[in-house]
């Protein structure tokens, strides 16, 4: 069913700073993409079939820039360390097991499971550096629904014995090998190239990820200046870069191939301490920054400076970066990007005003979305994602119009069990 | 029911630093005390009901040391705004509407209600200034189960002409009349002295109820040092007192009469921008401090520095403060409490180490509980609070310990849709 209309409270973003709330309308679906918001259906639609949400609320898909699925098993555990311990005391040998196919079938199930169940409708993933777990993985996400890109992890170096790869050569191998595996197989799910981050990268890797980029032209995801500790630590590495996104540029995956003057879609997250220069550059080659407040906290990383992106009109989104984060709701990254702005201004600069609701929930729709195409909006020409929120059991004594409703939803966490329906690709999940 | 057993998996505060985490244990209650935590029934105890909690958690109730009640119908909105914005534009126009009694009954029903399904089983709450309708949220607080202080609020200036009292002499009167019309009509209800904050309070009111407490003893609460702009108000305001604290203090409203020499219970909410002597007066004084990290950040207020209060051994709790806080949830304070720590450690001060899991859980139990006497804990001899905790449904691939268990269902939020039994001061409320 790629063709139909659906009735209710519809509300998704006029442009980054405001929101368009629209009581008792038409949102049409046709072959998947949407032909925009009506007061009444026009003449040349009305025989679609119609869904009356009645009262409830329909707002776009949330993207989800960033989580890491094999980390979704212990999110909200262990988070009294920073990104380095946290990184070697938990996070790489909860990764070793996905050697284990049993393993990974039982934890990715669980992973998928609750994607399906939230507001997420894309989102851009971190498998492990296992080649056949990660086929899993992008398995079962196919199966959800949901539209990704998944990633193996590449890393050879700086990680437990256990987790890294044997050698560069040996993760290139299978990086090709898994490119080659699920060629064609998935509608919904797309490979994406994942180098870890620089400090689990050795330049060798680094140029043979280059040379599979340039095969293949798939996009490309990884980590950027997340934290000081990890900053010195690549500046150690790589003494003669300029900058640590210097790194991923020198190797043609940041934004850009430079000798080929061609497009390489990468999405870096966190973004928290990149110097002017590296700023300047994601914005040069139009890099995605995946924004993660939540795992900046959680991990003692700090607040990236999101005003200034934003200003410089760069490209933007939300992650959730499970399992730094400890929740996998975009509702919930909505509502932190604004608190830690507001922190940021408080504490770092009070020139940068803090983000408005309005432009979070357009972070974590359009702009995440933008990564895939047209997505995160209702107006023309849009792939059609789409959430139907039922905010009955959120009592209220007072009237409260839709854009306090809409605000309210996010902020009280509606996704946890207020969706009533979810469509991605204009296909209903459920 | 004030004598049983209840067996399962019992989490509580060893001290301020370590969880105390029993498998398949007993804790024992008898008049409503706890007898203590047992891996095996004494014998003593042994004709006692029994109750199986099997292989769920139980963990003290939580103390909600700041929320005000009439907000609570609109939590998570207007979020975009400072706090003095906020109180002229959404707060105080939301506040008149309690002179109408059928409005805050439906209002507070809901508020009684949401609190009663929550893991919240002691509350200290702001009403507004309206002496009737705060009857009616106390009787609807006795109802619900909880064992609350209650407070009317004064305020004879700085607001909306129809929130304000009429005078000082007013606002006393029905103080007087407020205090009168309940004494000795609840069991877990209990009034407090409730000054909204010193912007709002005129000298004469402030000298008024400084009688009033030495009248009926009865403690105080009220805000401190939330937002700079309110401080430099109060001190523009009130330009002889040495800082903020110093006027409640002057009033005897400030953990001590020093003139008779006897204590004041206060709690002030907030405490962020405290100076050096503000903070000195607390400690000597034990004033307990209400942190509401949640509030101090969606009004960007700023970060109150827990690290020192902790290291000066002050007396603190954790707030809601909804709708400053967007959340009743106390799970919810605890993760927030750690996250800010963590922003403060990183802008504010690299010698002020994070909060600990373990530390924010002491917060919001036997922190906030000793206001209420000896409660938060299931040592021999503190009222018996807890919530009974199932986890089944967050399903996990991995062995997990308690210590895991018990972190990630807070920071998940298992009380929004996890408790199945509740019970405060020896009484199980569902």
Chains 1, 2 share one sequence.
């Not at 607040?303 to 992650?319: S, T």
């Amino acid at each position: 069913m790629k063709d139909f209309i659906l009735k209710g409270n519809i509300c998704y973003s006029k442009n980054k700073k405001e929101i368009n709330t629209l009581e008792n309308s038409y949102v049409i679906c046709v072959d998947g993409k949407s032909k925009g918001v009506f007061s009444e259906i026009p003449d040349e639609y009305k025989k679609l079939t119609l869904i009356d949400y009645e009262d409830k609320l329909i707002i776009p898909g949330m993207v989800d820039m960033h989580i890491h699925a094999p980390q979704f098993a212990f999110r909200g555990m262990c988070m009294d360390l920073e990104l380095m311990d946290w990184l070697n005391q938990y996070t790489f040998p909860e990764e070793e097991k996905y050697e284990d196919l049993v393993y990974a079938e039982k934890a990715y199930s669980i992973f998928a499971e609750a994607l399906k169940n939230g507001a997420t409708t894309r989102a851009v993933i971190f498998a492990t550096r296992h080649r056949y777990a990660t086929e899993v993985l992008m398995d079962l996400m196919e199966k959800s629904g949901l539209i990704t890109y998944v990633g193996k992890v590449n890393m050879d170096r700086e990680a437990t014995e256990a987790l890294e790869e044997d050698s560069a050569l040996m993760s290139a191998y299978n990086t090709f090998g898994w490119i080659n595996d699920i060629n064609g197989k998935y509608k919904n799910t797309k490979p994406i190239l994942t180098p870890r981050f620089i400090p689990c990268c050795t330049d060798q890797l680094m140029e043979e990820l280059r040379q599979i980029q340039m095969t293949y032209g798939i996009p490309v995801q990884s980590h950027l200046s997340e934290s000081p500790g990890e900053i010195d630590f690549v500046q150690f590495l790589r003494p003669d870069n300029l900058f640590y996104g210097d790194v991923y540029d020198e190797y043609d995956m940041f934004g850009k191939n430079d000798e080929e003057n061609t497009e390489v879609k990468t999405v870096m997250a966190h973004c928290v301490w990149s110097t002017e220069e590296e700023v300047e550059l994601m914005r040069e080659n139009g890099v995605f920054i995946a924004h993660c407040p939540a795992s900046n906290m959680n991990l003692s990383s700090g607040i990236a400076p999101i005003r200034k992106y934003i200003e410089k009109n760069m490209k933007i989104g939300l992650g959730s970066d499970v399992a730094g984060g400890h929740s996998d709701s975009i509702f919930r990254a909505i509502t932190d990007a604004i608190q830690v702005s507001k922190m940021y201004w408080r504490y770092v600069d009070m020139e940068s005003k803090p983000i408005t609701f309005a432009e979070a929930f357009y972070m974590a729709t359009i702009g995440g979305g933008e990564f895939f195409g047209k997505v995160g909006s209702f107006d023309e020409g849009f792939e059609f994602d789409a959430i139907v929120l039922d905010d009955e059991n959120l009592v209220h004594p007072q009237e409260l119009n839709l854009e306090e409703r809409l605000e309210r939803a996010v902020y009280l966490g509606l996704d946890l069990n207020g969706i009533k329906a979810k469509y991605a690709g204009g296909q209903k999940m459920w």
